[in-house]
C-alpha cells in the first residue's frame, strides 16, 4: 500500500511521488480533566518517507533513497467498524491533510 501524487518539496513539484508508511503507532493515555474525572486520549503518528516514483522505492536499496520524510499526527479509530489497522487509518489520515488530498491509492 502506498500514495502516489504530486508532492511539492522545496518549491518543486515532483508528478509522480510515490508515499510509504514506514512506521506507525498508537498511543491510549489516561488523564484527569478539571472535575477529576479520568478520561482517555487516543493518539496515533505516522513517519511517511516519499521517493521520487514507485521505480525508485522498488529498485535495489531503493528503500533508502527517499527524498522527504515527515511524520503524521492523527486521532486513530479503535471502533471494529473502522476494520482498518493503524498503517490503513495513516494513509486515510494523509489523504485528509490539503497537502495530500489529491494522492491516489497504489
Known amino acids: 500500500m502506498a500514495l502516489k501524487g504530486t508532492v511539492t518539496y522545496k518549491g518543486i513539484a515532483v508528478a509522480d511521488t510515490h508515499?510509504?508508511?514506514?512506521?506507525?503507532?498508537?498511543?491510549a493515555n489516561s488523564y484527569e480533566d478539571a472535575d477529576g474525572n479520568r478520561l482517555k486520549k487516543l493518539t496515533a503518528s505516522?513517519?511517511?518517507?516519499?521517493?521520487?516514483d514507485k521505480a525508485t522505492y522498488d529498485a535495489a536499496d531503493g528503500f533508502k533513497n527517499y527524498y522527504d520524510q515527515k511524520e503524521v499526527h492523527f486521532t486513530p479509530s479503535v471502533s471494529n467498524a473502522a476494520n482498518?489497522?493503524?498503517?490503513?487509518?495513516a494513509y486515510v489520515a494523509m489523504k485528509a491533510m490539503d497537502e495530500y488530498k489529491d494522492m491516489t491509492d497504489v
Request: charged share 25%.
Open 19 to 27: 508515499a510509504v508508511v514506514i512506521r506507525a503507532n498508537h498511543d
Open 46 to 52: 505516522a513517519l511517511i518517507r516519499f521517493y521520487k
Open 84 to 89: 482498518m489497522n493503524i498503517v490503513k487509518q
